[in-house]
């Protein structure tokens, strides 16, 4: 593999967690194997890897374009990376209402709906790690 699929894979499990990266792993297909590399060294290899702006803020411009262009699939799993981004909830919020105003109230309200259902399951399973370890 080259150095920016390994750069990629490092950045990728810094951002979405390895139980995430681990179980995608695990799914690969011979299908889609050359398109995960691909994702791998291309998104996470270089513009997740770049130094140019925080991952706080590419969260925030990750999520919103994702909303903006109706690609409402990845926006649960961009969610859950904010715990490792630095992107607050209220940063979320932020970037959803500029979708509102310049992609359409329709994909920020889809979008927020995601959120509102994502936070409330990475609520959820806080509170119940915080009473196996109590």
């Known amino acids: 593999m080259s150095d920016r699929f390994d750069i990629g894979m490092r ?3 810094e951002v979405l967690g390895d139980e ?4 995608a792993e695990a799914a690969k297909s011979d299908i889609d194997t050359p398109f995960q590399d691909l994702i791998t060294s291309s998104a996470w ?9 925080s991952r706080r803020d590419r969260s925030m411009l990750t999520l ?6 109706g690609n409402f699939e990845e926006i649960p799993m961009h969610i859950r990376a904010t715990t490792r981004t630095g992107a607050s909830r209220q940063d979320v919020l932020e970037a ?3 979708v509102a105003i310049y992609a359409g109230v329709p994909r920020a309200n889809h979008a927020l709906k995601l959120a509102k259902q994502t936070y409330a399951e990475m ?3 806080s509170d119940r790690n915080e009473g196996v370890s109590q």
């Open 11 to 13: 950045v990728r499990r």
């Open 20 to 23: 995430h990266v681990d179980r």
């Open 45 to 53: 290899g270089t513009v997740w890897a770049g130094d140019g702006i």
């Open 64 to 69: 919103a374009l994702l909303a903006a262009t």
């Open 96 to 98: 959803f209402q500029h």
């Open 123 to 125: 609520d959820a399973k």
